[in-house]
């Protein structure tokens, strides 16, 4: 089975996709029944195939792949089918047809519904959500909605644009310390936390310079943050153990997710996670249920998400936060420490988006005669 695993994209995340995308290429690699076919979207608009990206340290150089773009075929149905042409055959075009997407994106415009809706006009099989819930997770206001009409613990928030931002609403509707955040951002990218009334006109021009929607959110004291993901095999829905980021700040930041010279979190070192977290059982077991719940009711069907938490370790009390839609490296760290292999991991995905595409095929046998009252009444 020939597998587009699609990664990269034009926005903020696009490294962190890069790295993403290299761990389920190497999960698929060990499922020994696919062939890889890398697809990489460059930060210039370059959509990019050749089989030596699926070696991470080929993007060191990323120049000398700049003749492998390639033309998506728009008529062939059930495949992603697209032509390249190739030097060493005197620039004639070689054709691929490919049979499941696998999209590793991450961020704005790609991640909340983009990828999904291409796959959907070709009717090609994606692991991915759909895209309407794609499109509404990435909206971090719209998914707090979301949660508020089916009564899930939140935090204390307020959202804004620019023509209505209101800074004395916040002074008196929220207790400092608060969150300021981009709206449809991730991986914690300008997150800022906020002590002292002088510093938010600072940390809400950051979040504005990045997005057009703001969310403003009072912190969550003693703060833990926590993870559970979540997915569906043989129609039962399961969750993983509840993992525990470990932060040598107040919370946990993109430098300590990705970059940090001591090991971090996406990368799996053991002092930077706790699995399972360090929570009473009771709160852990919880914490799963209330993560199947989100799966079923916001039906997450046919992928992996991983939903966060906010907890207070003194008051005993966890806030939902928001869900992942795609998570990086697809928590697959905390499936393999919960009994599931990343080989596992990425066929059960495979399998279900098949399943799921098929489920999609909706009967379009109707037939009419309103072309001929067309043509009589135009006579």
């Known amino acids: 089975m020939k597998i587009g695993v699609v990664f990269g994209s034009r926005n903020v995340e696009h490294d962190v996709s890069i790295t993403s995308a290299y761990w389920v290429m190497k999960a698929l690699e060990k499922a020994w029944n696919y062939e890889i076919y890398p697809i990489y979207i460059s930060q210039n608009w370059k959509w990019i195939y050749n089989k030596d990206l699926s070696d991470i340290n080929n993007f060191k150089n990323l120049a000398k792949f700049d003749d492998y773009t390639f033309e998506i075929d728009m008529c062939t149905r059930w495949k992603f089918a697209f032509s390249q042409s190739k030097k060493w055959l ?9 049979d499941v997407i696998f999209p590793v994106l991450h961020g704005l415009t790609w991640e909340d519904w983009t990828i999904q809706w291409l796959c959907e006009l070709l009717e090609v099989p994606y692991a991915s959500p759909s895209v309407l819930w794609s499109a509404v997770w990435m909206n971090k206001t719209l998914m707090k909605q979301v949660f ?110 990705y970059t940090s010279t001591d090991g971090w979190t996406m990368q799996w070192v053991k002092a930077k996670v706790k699995i399972p977290a360090e929570i009473p059982d009771v709160r852990a077991h919880e914490i799963q249920e209330m993560t199947k719940k989100i799966y079923e009711v ?28 795609i998570p990086g490296a697809l928590q697959m760290h905390l499936w393999d420490k919960s009994g599931v292999k990343p080989a596992h991991l990425v066929t059960s995905l495979i399998d279900t988006a098949i399943a799921k595409s098929k489920e999609r095929e909706l009967n379009i046998d109707f037939k009419s005669n309103i072309i001929d009252h067309t043509i009589a009444f135009q006579k």
């Open 90 to 98: 005197f620039w004639k075009k070689e054709k691929f047809e490919l």
């Open 148 to 257: 508020a009409s089916y009564n899930f613990p939140q935090t204390k928030h307020l959202v804004y644009t620019k023509n209505d931002l209101n800074k004395q609403e916040i002074l008196k509707e929220l207790q400092m310390p608060i969150f300021v955040k981009p709206a449809n951002l991730g991986s914690s990218i300008w997150v800022s936390k906020v002590s002292l009334e002088s510093d938010l006109d600072e940390a809400i021009e950051l979040a504005f310079h990045y997005d057009n929607e703001i969310i403003v959110e009072e912190w969550v004291q003693n703060l833990k943050e926590l993870n559970c993901s979540v997915r569906e095999e043989n129609g039962q829905i399961m969750t993983t153990f509840v993992e525990e980021p470990v932060t040598a700040w107040e919370f946990l930041d993109f430098q300590e997710k």
């Open 298 to 325: 916001l039906k997450i069907n046919g992928w992996a998400p991983r939903i966060d938490f906010l907890y207070d370790s003194k008051a005993d009390k966890f806030y939902v936060n928001e869900i992942n839609t």
